[in-house]
Structure formats: C-alpha cells, structure tokens
C-alpha cells in the first residue's frame, strides 16, 4: 500500500513537471533546451543556469516559475490526502521559503543576481532562488536540519 502511494507521489511530481516543461519549450530557444549541440536527443533534465536565463523571455522565465509552483502545489495537495508523505523534503522548504512571494519577485530577484554577478552565470538558477529568497526566510533546512552556508538545492 505505501508503495502505491509512493509511486502515485513520484507520478504526480513527474507529471507536474512534464507539464512545467510543457508550457516553458515552446518558447525557448533550442540553446536554452538543449545543450550545445541540438541535433543530440536530450539523455537527462539540463539544469537551468543563469547563461540560459538571461536569454529567455519574460514569457518563458514565468512558465519556468510556474512550472516550480505546480510541483510544490501538487505534492502539498498530495500530501493533505496521504499524510504519512509529509516530510520536510525540497518541496516543502521551497514553499515555506517562498510563502506570499510573487512570481514577479522571484524573476526579478534572479534577474537581478545575475546582472549583478555575471561571473556567476553558470550557477543553477535554483540555487539562485533558493539561496536568494527561501533560504533567508527559514528556520532549519532540509529535513529539519540546522542551515549551514552550503545549504543549496
């Protein structure tokens, strides 16, 4: 039975994000998407850095927020009919961090950190996010855990 639940979990996540994805890849660039070389079919998820972020438009950078809100929302929806799921995983830190911040203020805020740090564009832009708005607004990491200065996604 929990391995049911579990699975149900993990396809809700999978799916939410296929659907973030879904609504972001029609308007990037094929370079945003894709590694250096188009032709190749993509193996894995590419992590969204900031060399790709500063060429996407506003469009594309609010699907990519509402891509992270939709697997934040569909796991707390999740877990409120299967509690025995609640931990205090990525998902839940992302939205305690991120409680009443507007999707307006995470774009800006990251585009502001990469114009302020160019020598920086290759950070993830989850850790972005994550160091510049969620982490100053939590109490303990991921698990419960004390934060330290390499708490990052």
């Known amino acids: 039975m929990m391995t049911q639940r579990r699975s149900f979990l993990f396809y809700c996540l999978g799916l939410s994000l296929i659907v973030?994805?879904?609504c972001a890849a029609p308007t990037l660039g094929a370079e945003a998407?894709?590694?250096t070389d188009a032709s190749k079919p993509l193996q894995e998820m590419p992590v969204l850095t900031g060399v790709e972020w500063q060429g996407m438009?506003?469009?594309t950078k609010l699907a990519f927020v509402l891509g992270i809100g939709h697997v934040v929302t569909i796991e707390e929806n999740v877990i409120s009919k299967h509690p025995e799921l609640k931990r205090k995983g990525f998902s839940a830190k992302l939205a305690e961090g991120l409680a009443g911040v507007p999707m307006d203020t995470v774009i800006g805020t990251v585009d502001t950190f990469y114009a302020?740090?160019?020598d920086?564009?290759?950070l993830p832009v989850m850790g972005v996010i994550w160091?510049?708005?969620v982490r100053p607004k939590l109490k303990t990491g991921i698990a419960?855990?004390?934060?330290?200065k390499s708490d990052a996604p």
Do not use: R, T
């Not at 419960?144 to 330290?148: F, H």
């Open 20 to 22: 973030g994805i879904g």
């Open 144 to 148: 419960d855990k004390p934060l330290s």
């Open 57 to 59: 438009s506003p469009d």
């Open 33 to 35: 998407m894709l590694s």
């Open 131 to 133: 160091q510049q708005l």
């Open 116 to 118: 302020a740090h160019p």
């Open 120 to 122: 920086e564009a290759g």
